[in-house]
């Protein structure tokens, strides 16, 4: 009975070592992370501005062509002074190309990576100015580079480099403001007048500043004019007194400056006389005045040239240029505060008043102001301001100079027996806040009317005002309304017929800002006798300009 249980034991211990026999055999093993090949991204040449800071990628992929998470990569850069790598962040520093390589063991990949120069971020002075003599150009003239913030020349640029003397004194001639050409302002005729001794130059561009190293002005082996003004800008009001100008001459060489002579030439065209100098002795150092005189000149601008002789100097003659500028000392006023606006019946005449004032308000003698009329075939101007209607209308009169002027306004009706509406305005010129008046009559002139539809509309051409308007209390009594348009009707009437001069509308204008500027229109749209018969055709209608200062 007992043998046959351990024969049973002893075949699963048999089993049992068969089944540990294929587990050995089936088992799994690491995979092989040796990197087989790297790839950058981006993979084709990359191309930046200077300054720009991005950040590569490279990944690893191993023999089996499976790829592998974190690989230990180094990052080099051909020329770390083009672009610089830390880690897989570049930098573009330089102009030019650099090669970024990834290795990874013995897999590599590379990059080209080509800069450009980035925004202009600063002035620099490739060529420093050097042997100067007063008065002589340079010798060795300042050539001023564009860059970005790295030093790289912009050579998009075309910005304007402007130099002046950051110390030293003197007066900088030549040409003081170029234009940068492929980013390079080159400077060409730059000079120094004045003392013999150090200075210093800065150059600008916007709110850059570039400034140059330390130079000396060398005194000419000759005399040599200097002046501590090379241009002068007067400007006066007609008839004023100016005092004299003085002009300081040295000698900027190492020979006498001596026997010294002035003259003043003027631009062709223009008067000739107001301007006279005076040089204090032959010899520098020396002073030259200037005197204005505007006797007989009008108002407008002059110029002329000073120019100061010396044997043996080689800046000789030395030219100082002097503009004169005549602005109006006095006011016309065409037409007193009552007679800006005047009805002349065809034939009449109208002389307004006449004044010419300093700016203290006293007469100001002269000036004579021509006449003009800006309509001659409503009324034409004599010499002396005397106005003369000669047609219906209304036309400006102005009295001017060319500087300065005035006018009034005439109306002339078509009729001196017909029907005309106008205002019992004798101004058009009112202040801001103030009211302008502008009553509105019915003048029947000779005639009897017996009805009459009129109109009256504001038209504004600037500004902004407010206006209210009622029926005077007269008789017969008008009829007004006012349309949606703002067009102010007006009826009024008599059976027993109207004659002479009937307000039918009392007017007040208001401006709300300054310039404020228009018309008031007044249309006589129909007139008709006490018998019904029609006076429109000969009736006047009329205008009134208003301007609100």
Known sequence: MHAPRSIIILGLALAAVGCGGDSGSSGTTSPDNTVASLTIAPASELTLTSGTVTTLTASATAKDGHTITNPSITWTS???????????????????????????????????????????????????????IVGVPFATQPVVEVQDAAGNLVTSSQTFVAVTIASGGGTLGGTLSVASVGGVATFADLRVSGTAGPRVLSFTAGTLIATSAPFT???????????????????????????????????????????????????????????????????????????????????????ATIRITAPGAPNSPLSIG????????????????????????????????????????????????????????????????KITAVGGGDAWIVAGTSATADSVFVVVPQSATAPVIRSEATTFVTRLGDTLFANVVFDTRTTTVGAASLAVQISLLSGSLSFSFSAPASTPTPIVNISPTNVIRISVGSATGMTGSIRVLNLKIIGRSTNTVGWLNFFALDVSDVDGSSLTAQSSSTRLPFVIR
């Not at 013995?106 to 100067?132: D, E, K, N």
């Not at 602005?327 to 010419?356: H, M, N």
């Open 322 to 385: 002097v503009t004169l500028t005549i602005t109006p000392g006095y006011t016309i006023g065409y037409g007193a505060a009552a007679e800006k606006v005047r009805v002349v019946d065809v034939g009449g005449t109208f002389t307004p008043t006449l004044s010419i004032l300093d700016l203290s308000g006293k007469p100001f003698s002269g000036v004579t102001p021509t006449f003009t009329s800006r309509a001659s075939t409503v009324a034409t101007v004599s010499s002396d301001g």
């Open 78 to 132: 051909s020329s770390p002074a083009v672009a610089v790598m830390s880690g897989p962040q570049l930098t573009a520093v330089k102009v030019g190309s650099a090669t970024i390589t990834a290795t990874s063991g013995s897999a590599t990949a590379s990059l080209t990576v080509t800069v450009t120069p980035g925004s202009v971020r600063q002035l620099a002075i490739r060529t420093q100015p050097a042997g100067a």
């Open 217 to 303: 002005i060398g005194p000419p082996p000759t005399p040599f004019i200097a002046v501590d003004s090379t241009a002068v800008a007067i400007s006066l009001q007609r008839g004023a007194i100016v005092p004299s100008r003085t002009i300081n001459i040295t000698n900027a060489g190492s020979l006498p400056l001596v026997a010294m002579t002035v003259d003043v030439v003027y631009d062709p065209g223009q008067p000739s006389g107001w301007l006279q100098t005076t040089l204090a002795a032959a010899s520098a150092p020396t002073t030259l005045a200037l005197k204005i005189d505007t006797t007989g000149v009008v108002e407008g601008t002059y110029h």
